[in-house]
């Protein structure tokens, strides 16, 4: 299996490589050359298999020599042993024909364990048999970051450093990253905002010698590995609803549009989706290109379901590769306008990508209407991501095919905005009780790349 790169002129890479790289060198985003599809027999026989043998069906194709079988069952079978649902991707139901897909029982209590915790797998198998060491540096506006370090912790051959906005991450996000123990996890808490710990990233994998010398590594949105684990679960829940015999509808609470890809490709690998749908809050860049034809930033605008709250949703690139047919020149040229505000997309591809993706939009009321109402109705308490999917899929739902609405996050790790609109002030697990109890471990950072830099020089163990 071959990756290559949506501009057309990065190496084409093995899955290791691009797993290992994250970025292409031309600035684009690793695909696969060509998608394995599955027969409607292959998927029928994934009915009533644990999740690990249906991640290891799904995904196996996509990962060729880069790993043996045996590896890549057993990293499958490490990543999702300390989740805290049986089922991992458990569905709920809250009507006759919608259902909530919970995909918040990892460690970190947000869909990102999926991916994550398979790829720390993966990083420890591959950096081990090749001798090396690699330093991960993430920012993070809060999920991300606990996810990373929830995986990497205490793996051999990786230190990880997480930059986020001093003061600006809910108190669960901030000690999801500072009460780990382990040695090689240092959470900096820089003294700024999201984007100048993005900016700083930036910055840091930009200076080639520093990135040369510490072995820099990025496990952000954009890497294949991560869209190929979320595919999974679009296949045992479509499953679970009667696929291959019956289609089914997903709606996903969207920012980055990596969750959303995923689904995408299974629909290509043969599952039976009939809609995909886009949710986003007021932060609607992707709702509006779709609407208009026109993809322009405006800003963010801090919402109540922060993890969707971005300017540029960067896997959306790889949506728009395929719909101008690969070709990496013209999704080069679109980018460089990105750069200046904005770009319209051509009338064929806009019809490609509306003929994949419905979208809609949720306010902030709406929000917290949502949660509210799902509550009032079920019982059941969701985060505010979740309840923007809600409420986009009410809308979208037609009462022949059953439609699945993803839950991103538990309640617990948003608690003050459920509990506004409900009364309710949603627990912890049990399994993470003494999250408030335990010590925590942060350096604060000056917003200055060579101060970042010796930071990361000088705690790096060797
Ligand atoms: C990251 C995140 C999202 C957005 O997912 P994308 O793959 O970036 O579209 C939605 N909800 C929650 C809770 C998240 O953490």
């Given at each position: 299996m071959r990756y290559v790169s949506t501009r057309g002129t990065a190496p084409v890479l093995t899955f290791g490589e691009a797993m290992l790289t994250g970025l292409a060198r031309d600035g684009g985003l690793y695909v696969p050359e060509t998608i394995p599809t599955m027969t409607p027999e292959e998927i029928a026989d994934l009915a009533g298999l644990s999740y690990?043998?249906?991640?290891?069906?799904?995904?196996?194709?996509?990962?060729?020599?880069?790993?043996?079988?045996?590896?890549?069952?057993?990293?499958?079978?490490?990543?999702?042993a300390h989740f805290g649902h049986a089922a991992r991707a458990p569905l709920v139901q809250l009507a006759p024909d919608l259902f909530l897909l919970e995909l918040f029982h990892g460690p970190t209590l947000a869909f990102k364990d999926f991916a994550m915790q398979l790829i720390g797998q993966l990083f420890q198998i591959a950096l081990a048999r090749d001798g090396r060491r690699i330093t991960i540096v993430g920012a993070t506006s809060g999920d991300t970051g606990s996810a990373a370090i929830e995986a990497f912790r205490g793996l051999d051959n990786v230190d990880v450093f997480i930059l986020f906005p001093e003061g600006?991450?809910?108190?669960?996000?901030?000690?999801?990253?500072?009460?780990?123990?382990?040695?090689?996890?240092h959470a900096l808490a820089v003294k700024g905002d999201f984007d100048d710990c993005q900016a700083r990233l930036k910055d840091m994998f930009n200076d080639f010698a520093f990135r040369d010398e510490v072995g820099l590594a990025g496990v952000n949105s954009i890497n294949w590995a991560r869209v190929l684990a979320q595919v999974v679960y679009y296949f045992t829940s479509a499953v679970s609803l009667g696929a291959p015999y019956r289609p089914v509808n997903f709606t996903v609470p969207t920012g980055?549009?990596?969750?959303?890809?995923?689904?995408?490709?299974?629909?290509?690998?043969?599952?039976?989706?009939?809609?995909?749908?886009?949710?986003?809050?007021?932060?609607?860049?992707?709702?509006?290109?779709?609407?208009?034809?026109?993809?322009t930033t405006d800003g963010v605008k801090p919402s109540i379901s922060p993890s969707m709250d971005i300017q540029v949703s960067s896997n959306f690139e790889r949506a728009l590769f395929d719909a101008y047919g690969r070709d990496g020149k013209a999704v080069a040229q679109m980018m460089d306008e990105l750069k200046r505000g904005g770009f319209g997309i051509s009338q064929g591809a806009l019809e490609t990508l509306r003929g994949l993706y419905h979208s809609g939009r949720v306010s902030?009321?709406?929000?917290?209407?949502?949660?509210?109402?799902?509550?009032?109705?079920?019982?059941?308490?969701?985060?505010?991501?979740?309840?923007?999917?809600?409420?986009?899929?009410?809308?979208?739902?037609?009462?022949?095919?059953?439609?699945?609405?993803?839950?991103?996050?538990?309640?617990?790790?948003?608690?003050?905005?459920?509990?506004?609109?409900?009364?309710?002030?949603?627990?912890?697990?049990e399994r993470?009780?003494?999250?408030?109890?335990?010590?925590?471990?942060?350096?604060?950072?000056?917003?200055?790349?060579?101060?970042?830099?010796?930071?990361?020089?000088e705690r790096r163990r060797n």
């Open positions: 690990e043998k249906a991640a290891y069906r799904i995904m196996r194709p996509f990962v060729g020599d880069a790993f043996t079988d045996a590896e890549f069952r057993e990293a499958i079978a490490h990543a999702y600006r991450v809910s108190e669960v996000q901030r000690r999801q990253m500072t009460t780990p123990s382990e040695s090689n996890v980055n549009f990596g969750d959303i890809f995923a689904g995408y490709i299974a629909k290509r690998m043969g599952l039976p989706i009939g809609k995909l749908v886009i949710a986003t809050n007021q932060n609607d860049i992707l709702h509006r290109a779709l609407t208009t034809g026109r993809y902030e009321e709406e929000t917290a209407d949502s949660i509210r109402a799902t509550w009032r109705a079920t019982g059941e308490l969701v985060c505010p991501h979740t309840a923007v999917g809600i409420r986009v899929a009410e809308n979208a739902r037609d009462t022949s095919v059953p439609m699945v609405a993803l839950a991103t996050a538990h309640p617990a790790k948003f608690p003050d905005a459920v509990e506004k609109a409900t009364g309710q002030r949603p627990p912890l697990p993470m009780a003494d999250l408030f109890t335990r010590p925590e471990r942060v350096t604060s950072v000056p917003n200055d790349l060579a101060a970042l830099e010796a930071v990361v020089r």
